[in-house]
């Protein structure tokens, strides 16, 4: 399967996920972000070790590898988003908090273009600029 089909499942996914996490770290019988976290992340791991398991990928061998340091950073990358994300939707409105964390996508996007030297076309340079836009026009009250 091409890369477009998992995007779709990925957005699909996401769409969800503030919501309900906002659902259940709010109210009367609010959840802790924190065991939020450890709840939804330790089912991701849970899925994720049974399909390495399925499919018969080598860890141990990647973390002596010339990338494991990458891969150690974006964990460590990772957590703090993750934490800081369901800390934001536990105390503020979801209409506000994902378009901010969803701003990785052109901070990632620039870091992309400046670091990997991808190509900047014109139309990526206005897709970014749109994406801002369009961020602070939600989440500005």
Known sequence: MSYLPWALVALVGYTLVPVLLRVATTGPNAVPSDVAMLLTNGLLIGVVGTLVVATDQP????????????????GVCLTVGILAYYRALARGPVSVVTPIFGMFLVTSSILGIAVLGEAPTPRKLAGIVLAVVAVALVSIE
């Open 59 to 74: 860890v141990v061998s990647h973390l002596r590898g010339p990338n494991a340091g990458y891969i150690l950073a974006a």
